[in-house]
């Protein structure tokens, strides 16, 4: 589409910043600094047991409600989870709990330090507002770290509206969330795009409202194997929402 819509919406984590695409990296770093206390279990199977409970608990729509308000007890419990699940299959021991927190409040502390921009969204943004079209922020999460984004990003004089899920107590893929950001940009579905990462929240859900669904691809990783969902666009980079 050539022509820009009267409203985009856009998500924040992993669509504006580059947060959670991160995290492979991040945690193999944290294993390796805490090597020592690990005993006989390989670092690279602690990495990939991590990875593999994180995927578990957030890919149901009920534990991801749950937890996401308390990221940081979250990733306490990944770890913990994750070193169970790995002595069970070894017969090797869990490390002391304190051990299990540690590693997870390192990694909230090097998430947190290296989270970034993508490249040209805030040209974009800046952008699109000369353009005309009006711009809503809206992001699941506690309102806390995700205002504290917002603030450190310089995002609050970018957006006519900020959507927090812990401040407005909704969230994506909830209807209302949808709804309401198009009722405070005083637009309609059709006037309307949702541009971010998440096939179901920023695709799915926001179709079936007749609003444009963009996928962001930022980390090049193509769509899911065997995924049915259908972006109506797909980008790798903020600028090609230009014209």
Not at 42 to 65: C, E, G, M, N, T
Not at 113 to 134: I, N, Q, S, W, Y
Request: hydrophobic letters at 40%; charged letters at 25%; aromatic letters at 8%.
């Amino acid at each position: 589409m050539k022509n820009l819509p009267r409203a985009i919406l856009f998500d924040l984590d992993d669509t504006i910043l580059a947060a959670f695409g991160q995290a492979p990296g991040q945690w193999r770093r944290v294993v390796a600094a805490f090597i020592k206390e690990l005993g006989p279990h390989p670092p690279d199977d602690v990495v990939a047991a991590i990875q593999a409970y994180s995927r578990h608990l957030w890919s149901d729509a009920a534990r991801h409600k749950d937890w996401r308000p308390r990221i940081g007890e979250a990733r306490r419990h990944i770890v913990s989870k994750a070193f169970t699940g790995l002595a069970g299959a070894a017969g090797r021991p869990v490390p002391p709990p304190e051990i299990c927190h540690a590693m997870a409040d390192r990694f909230n502390e090097i998430h947190e330090a290296e989270l970034r921009m993508f490249p040209g969204a805030h040209e974009t943004l800046d952008r699109l507002k000369e353009l005309g079209v009006r711009l809503a922020l809206v992001t699941n999460g506690a309102s806390g770290p995700q205002r504290a984004k917002v603030i450190r990003f310089a995002l609050e004089e970018r957006f006519d509206h900020i959507q927090i899920e812990g401040e407005h107590g909704f969230g994506k893929p909830e209807e209302r969330a949808y709804t309401h950001a198009m009722e405070a940009l005083g637009v309609a579905p059709h006037e309307t795009w949702m541009v971010g990462d998440n096939i179901e929240w920023e695709i799915a859900a926001p179709q079936r409202l007749g609003i444009y669904a963009i996928w962001y691809d930022g980390y090049d990783a193509g769509l899911p194997p065997g995924c049915s969902i259908r972006p109506d666009r797909i980008i790798r980079s903020l600028p090609e929402l230009l014209p």
